[in-house]
């Protein structure tokens, strides 16, 4: 069972160079998120999607974009990446059993 | 103030023993999740609870949603438990559709 698939696993950025990230899920989940991990805080929720063709902003929204153009994908785009966007990036989708998680992505920008 | 508080923060403890990991928070929520984070690994969730007490293998978890607090123990602790516990709340109203919100984590080392 694939689950989340996030893709890539590590990436090293530029500052100013811009990157999507790839969550896909084979479940059939409705809902899917994008949340960043940071050392010392909480995970925080960077965008969510409750169905194909919808997207929607989370907490800390800024310096992304999101797409989910296709029920099983949903894509976190950087257009012009920042060292602040230096983290771990988690994508989840939901059911009414739970969520479900990548494994992440670890992206550094220099 | 965090609408979602664990304790402790760290915790050591020896193979076999008994562990137990807190989780308080201050909202209004449809259930809760405990996941488990392995250093440098992804986020596997452990339970979703709404109610009760659920167990699977050496692991428990408990709620008490009039107290809204919940628990997750480990019984016979052993060092491949070693790994960051985090406590999830599910929102069930509100713009972001059963968000949930974490826990900082309970960093748990079990010493041979």
């Known amino acids: 069972n694939a689950g989340v698939t996030q893709t890539p696993k590590f990436r090293v950025l530029k500052t100013g160079q811009s990157m999507t990230l790839l969550c896909a899920q084979d479940m059939n989940h409705e809902y899917m998120y994008w949340y960043r991990q940071d050392p010392g805080m909480g995970l925080r929720l960077i965008h969510y999607s409750v169905g194909e063709g919808t997207t929607a902003k989370g907490e800390v929204p800024d310096g992304y974009n999101v797409s989910r153009l296709k029920k099983q994908n949903f894509l976190l785009g950087l257009e012009s990446a920042a060292p602040s966007q230096t983290s771990v990036y988690f994508c989840?989708?939901?059911?009414?059993?739970?969520?479900?998680f990548g494994s992440g992505t670890r992206l550094t920008v220099v | 103030k965090n609408e979602v508080e664990q304790s402790p923060q760290n915790l050591t403890a020896q193979e076999g023993e008994f562990i137990t990991i807190n989780c308080s928070y201050s909202v209004g929520i449809s259930a809760l999740h405990w996941l488990q984070q392995h250093p440098g690994g992804g986020i596997v969730s452990l339970f979703m609870l709404s109610s009760g007490k659920k167990k699977h293998g050496r692991l428990i978890a408990t709620i008490n949603i009039q107290e809204k607090h919940s628990s997750l123990h480990i019984t016979a602790s052993h060092p491949r438990d070693s790994a960051v516990y985090i406590c999830a709340v599910i929102i069930p109203y509100g713009g972001s559709q059963g968000n949930l919100i974490f826990g900082k984590g309970t960093k748990l080392s079990v010493k041979p």
């Open positions: 989840a989708s939901r059911n009414r059993d739970g969520y479900t």
